[in-house]
């Protein structure tokens, strides 16, 4: 048996030495390049497919996997909203992803963001580089007297719930699925209005689907608060970056955390040499405001999380080969 995995960074090449020095039936070839056009025929004579990227798995590259007479296509993270649907359901490639390799890194650092936001950190680090130590304006809000709103209740959002609730802060909930735990704790409000109205912070962790697309737009800012809190730790479709700009601007939104931006694909995770040469004007706009952080969605990036991502995804597309079957095989 034969599973090619692509995008291996250096990172996550010791664990996947390990899964294969543990699978010793399964012959594993890894590549640091993406699955695209251009490497999509080192596949060909393989059994399966692991991958992780954020550009898109096209309808060419499943069409070819799919003359390759490849079925199984196991990605590495949770998302598979860059996974064209129609191609893979016509060439019958079975899809997996890691639904939870750790939905508490994810929260974690969308509270660490939070608190930072809350307690002025980027302001006062600036402040100290340009040896002003003074304390005001720069005066900070407490967690523990907020009401988060938090959008979408899967592992990622629950996870967070719980950090939250350990600050003390109250948190309500919206989510098209209700989890009989927090239903039983009367978190949910019934519309994304009420969550807007109610909340002090918007904390999203929702997946990105036709639906979710800018689902933070003008309409949606004019709702919340003035002064409310944005955590974006989720897809950066779910926000309309032009919107977020001018409730920056209007002092609507009082602070940002942006770990996904919409147009992140070919930005993040790479090194431009000087933040003048970042190719992209919005970004650089959010980035050079003091109350907006922005990372390269790196929320997810922890050993534990990058160990369960390479494991999980080749146990999963093992399990394909050898049985058909697969437990986090996704609805496509
Ligand atoms: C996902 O797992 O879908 C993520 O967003 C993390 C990814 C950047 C590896």
Redesign the pocket.
Known sequence: MKIIAYGIRADEKPFLDKWSEENSDVEVISTGKLLDETTVDQAKGADGVVT?Q?KPYTADVLDKLGRFGIKYLSLR???FDNVDVDAAKRNNIRVTNVPAYSPQAIAEFTVTQLMRLLRRTNTFDRKMANGDLRWAPDIADELNQMTVGVYATGRIGRAAIQIYKGFGAKVIAYDIYHNPELEKEGIYVDTPAELYAKADVISLHAPATKENEHMLDDAAFAQMKTGIYILNPARGILIDTDALIRALDSGKVAGAAIDTYEDEVGIFNSDFGSFDKIPDERLKNLLKRENVLVSP?IA?YTKRAVHN?VCYAMDANKSLIKTGKSDKLVDL
Do not use: D, R
């Open positions: 992780y954020q993270n949770v998302g969605h997810f991502m």
